[in-house]
C-alpha cells in the first residue's frame, strides 16, 4: 500500500450505532489530519496531530473522538451522531516540508 | 489569518477549449500556494504548487499556475481541456514558514469544473 489510506469507504450508520473510521499513512509523515467536506460546503479542517499529539480541534462536536496511537495511523470514533453529519471524511497527513498536505480518498458517512 | 476566495463556483467549457479557475488570497505574510483536484468520490490530489522561484508553475494533467504577488492571485489555467479534467479544484494557501497552525492549509470553498463535448 501506498500513500494514505482510509477505511471503509462506505459507511451507513444510525444515530445509535457506534463505529470507527480508520487512516493510514504510508509517506513517513509525522502530521496527520481530519477534514469534513459537506455538500455545497467548504472543505472542514477538524483534528490536527503532530507526533501524535492533538494540536488542533475545530469545536468540533463531542460526539466525534479522534485517536492517534502512532504517527501512521489515526482513527476516529463515531457515536451518536446526527443525520447532518453525513458527509465524506478526509484524512491527510503532511511531512516536515511546504506543508503540502497528502489526502486519502475518504470515507462516504451517511447517518440515518 | 489567510484566507482564499474562488470567484467561480462552476465553470462549464467545451472541449478542447481554454479554461482558467480564478483564485485571489489574502495574508500578511509570504506564502506557499496549491491547487488540488477532486474527482467524484475521491480526496484531494495536488496538481501543482508555487513555493519560490519563477512565478509560472506547471502541474500535472498539462495544468499550469501562475503567481501574482501584486493581485494576490494564483489562477489556474489549461490552453486545452478534456473530459476527463470534469471535477472539482480546490485553491489553498499556507504561510511559508513552519510552526505550529501556521502550517495548515487554508482552502477556497471549490471550482466544480465541467467539460462538455
Known amino acids: 500500500e501506498t500513500g494514505v489510506t482510509q477505511t471503509p469507504r462506505h459507511l451507513v450508520m444510525g444515530m445509535t450505532n457506534k463505529k470507527s473510521l480508520k487512516c493510514e499513512q504510508h509517506?513517513?509523515?509525522?502530521?496527520m489530519y481530519w477534514y469534513k467536506q459537506s455538500a455545497k460546503k467548504p472543505l472542514e479542517l477538524m483534528f490536527v496531530?503532530?507526533?501524535?499529539?492533538?494540536?488542533e480541534n475545530n469545536s468540533v462536536p463531542s460526539r466525534f473522538s479522534p485517536e492517534c496511537p502512532n504517527s501512521s495511523h489515526l482513527f476516529l470514533h463515531l457515536h451518536t451522531l446526527q443525520p447532518e453529519d453525513s458527509a465524506l471524511y478526509l484524512c491527510?497527513?503532511?511531512?516536515?516540508?511546504?506543508?503540502?498536505?497528502?489526502f486519502g480518498p475518504g470515507t462516504r458517512l451517511t447517518v440515518l | 489569518a489567510q484566507s482564499v476566495t474562488q470567484l467561480d463556483s462552476q465553470v462549464p467549457v467545451f472541449e478542447e477549449a481554454p479554461v482558467e479557475l480564478r483564485c485571489n488570497y489574502s495574508?500578511?505574510?509570504?506564502?506557499?500556494l496549491f491547487w488540488y483536484v477532486q474527482y467524484p468520490n475521491q480526496g484531494l490530489q495536488l496538481l501543482l504548487k508555487?513555493?519560490?522561484?519563477?512565478?509560472l508553475v506547471k502541474g500535472i494533467n498539462g495544468f499550469e499556475a501562475e503567481f501574482n504577488k501584486s493581485q494576490t492571485s494564483f489562477h489556474l489555467r489549461k490552453p486545452s481541456v478534456h473530459i476527463s479534467d470534469t471535477a472539482e479544484y480546490f485553491c489553498?494557501?499556507?504561510?511559508?514558514?513552519?510552526?505550529?497552525?501556521?502550517?495548515?492549509?487554508?482552502f477556497g470553498s471549490g471550482t466544480q469544473l465541467t467539460v462538455l463535448p
Open positions: 491527510a497527513s503532511r511531512g516536515s516540508s511546504y506543508n503540502e498536505q497528502f
Open positions: 509517506l513517513g509523515h509525522n502530521a
Open positions: 496531530y503532530n507526533f501524535k499529539e492533538q494540536t
Open positions: 495574508s500578511s505574510v509570504s506564502v506557499y
Open positions: 508555487y513555493l519560490s522561484g519563477s512565478t
Open positions: 489553498a494557501v499556507s504561510h511559508s514558514f513552519s510552526s505550529g497552525s501556521a502550517r495548515q492549509l487554508t
